[in-house]
Structures are given as C-alpha cells and as structure tokens.
C-alpha cells in the first residue's frame, strides 16, 4: 500500500525541513550549550519521523505501511517530550520552542490523520 501523492508530499516535505532545523538545533546545543544527551535523543526520533515515512511510502502491504506511519508518529511524539524538556530546563527560549513544538504537532496530526484514515487509529 502506497500514500496518495496527495499525503505523501506534505508529509515527506515537511518532515525532511524538520528533520534539517533538528539538525542545526542539535548542533546548536552541542557546540554553544554543550548539551549532549538530550540533544542526541531529540536528533534521532526527529530525524527517524521523515525515514519511516520515506520508508511507508515505498511499502510492500497495508501492514508495513501501517507500521512505518505508527513508527513516525511515535517519533513525533517523543520529539515533542525531548523539546518540552529542553526548553523546561532552559535550553531553549521560548520563541523558539513555539516555533519547533508548533512544527513538531504539526507532523503528529498528518500522521495521526493518515493513521486514522488506515483504521489504525
């Protein structure tokens, strides 16, 4: 099973420029902050969001599709701790948690919506 094209490029785009301000924000955090554990934690489930649903739209049954879209939402989902606790304990102002948690539900509903719409949800 296939996303359409129409939930496929949204979802694979505006995981890809998250998974880049995820990049440069890990960096930030290791070079200006020297945050190294969290920070490692919030670039991989961030990362990990775009690769399951490069992965689902490439999958071989309804199942594997399945999996991989629940897999990016449950990375999503972690994202969005890892953000809540970084900027809780002062490592990120708050203009730019907004900015990141905001784009962070952003994925979580598109891939909730694709979820539910599977009838996995």
């Not at 995820?22 to 990990?48: D, G, P, W």
């Not at 399951?52 to 897999?71: M, P, Q, R």
Request: aromatic letters at 10%; hydrophobic letters at 40%; a positive charge.
């Amino acid at each position: 099973m296939e996303m359409s094209k129409q939930e496929a490029g949204p979802l694979l785009q505006k995981s890809f420029a998250f998974a880049v301000r995820m990049m440069k924000f890990h960096r930030h955090l290791q070079t200006n902050e020297r945050e190294y554990i969290v920070s490692k934690q919030l670039v991989r489930s961030a990362t990990s969001i775009g690769a399951n649903a490069e992965e689902a739209t490439g999958a071989i049954s309804t199942a594997d599709f399945t999996s991989k879209i629940s897999i990016a939402y449950k990375e999503a989902r972690e994202t969005g701790y890892w953000l809540r606790l970084l900027q809780a304990t002062g490592y990120i102002e708050e203009k730019l948690f907004l900015s990141l948690h905001d784009d962070c539900q952003q994925l979580c509903r598109i891939l909730y919506s694709i979820l539910r719409s599977s009838g996995r949800a």
